[in-house]
């Protein structure tokens, strides 16, 4: 049989706990509702702390190919923490949305990769003028 004092300190880490899920919950990025905006194709999540949160549809992986009746079929979960669409099945998480997260890793290098501008691409024609990247030289 345990003692009293296991009990004591079990009774004191689950409060502390507690309080740590409360402040947590006080101010993390939460969603009190999320939709599909279909004239700006965008989504657009609201939190609970009074902020807006909104990213273009096609930057959430999974979401760029889906048709506006299936973006717009988001529902907010775990006390605002995650959004779903059940019928793309696609969990995102809101503070790794807010944390500008739209998918996994690979996801989101793709989308580095893919960074393009004017300036980049003038950049590119002007060097391939010149004949491409200079050969690399092998040091001594």
Do not use: C, H
Request: hydrophobic content about 40%; proline content about 4%; cysteine-free.
């Amino acid at each position: 049989m345990a003692n009293a004092t296991e009990f004591d300190i079990a009774d004191a880490e689950l409060n502390a706990a507690d309080q740590r899920g409360r402040e947590y919950l006080a101010s993390a990025p939460l969603a009190a509702s999320a939709r599909y905006d279909t004239t700006t194709k965008r989504l657009v999540i609201e939190l609970k702390n009074g902020s807006t949160f909104i990213v273009p549809a096609s930057l959430v992986q999974g979401r760029a190919d889906a048709t506006d009746e299936q973006r717009n079929e988001v529902e907010v979960w775990g006390e605002g923490y995650a959004l779903r669409w059940e019928q793309l099945d696609l969990d995102f998480t809101v503070p790794g949305l807010v944390s500008g997260v739209f998918g996994t890793k690979r996801y989101m290098a793709s989308l580095a990769g893919r960074a393009t501008s004017p300036a980049k691409a003038a950049a590119a024609r002007a060097n391939g003028a010149k004949g491409g990247r200079p050969k690399k030289i092998a040091s001594s």
